[in-house]
């Protein structure tokens, strides 16, 4: 079990340098600035996006590319440093399907451009799914501390302890006779 944990350790560090260095590289070619880059992404996708995305593409995110262009950035780096450092595993695992998933819907479902993203969305998934920021992660140092609280315990993926039975409540167990 901890081996499979080290292995889903190892995947998540991976992708979270993969959201590290996206967000970097859309930082500095100025998309906190410039909407210039995602209106060109967009707009080079449209042909091809999925079909109910595609009026939610040129009705809202164009219209608003500069905020969209801004939130994209920043929900790359929450998912990068999230999964890179396993803290808070989880969100940054739901933040890292919930880019991919919108990048795979304006690259059209069935295209081939999306299968990264596919792969992408399934393995942030699975590290949703799994405490894989227990082992190498900040959750896992940080564990005794948030496991105090319920929300700080479930964004970081760990499991919640089993209340103790008060005394009173607690049955007898017989002893077979000798």
Not at 1 to 10: K, P, T
Not at 54 to 79: H, Q, R, Y
Not at 84 to 111: C, E, Q
Request: aromatic letters at 10%.
């Amino acid at each position: 079990m901890l081996a499979a944990i080290r292995g889903l350790s190892i995947i998540r560090i991976a992708f979270g340098i993969y959201f590290l260095v996206s967000a970097g590289r859309k930082t500095a070619e100025g998309w906190l600035a410039s909407s210039d880059a995602l209106m060109g992404f967009v707009n080079r996708q449209l042909e091809g996006s999925t079909p109910p995305y595609d009026a939610f593409l040129t009705g809202i995110v164009l219209p608003n590319a500069d905020a969209f262009a801004k939130l994209v950035v920043v929900g790359e780096w929450v998912a990068g440093l999230s999964l890179a450092l396993g803290l808070f595993t989880r969100r940054g695992a739901i933040t890292g399907m919930w880019l991919v998933l919108n990048y795979m819907l304006a690259k059209g479902l069935p295209s081939f451009d999306g299968s990264q993203d596919r792969l992408f969305f399934v393995s942030c998934g699975v590290l949703a799914l799994c405490s894989a920021g227990l082992v190498w992660g900040l959750d896992g140092v940080l564990r005794h501390g948030l496991a105090r609280h319920g929300l700080t315990r479930a964004l970081a993926g760990i499991p919640a302890q089993p209340r103790p039975v008060p005394w009173a409540q607690r049955r007898r167990v017989e002893r077979p006779a000798a």
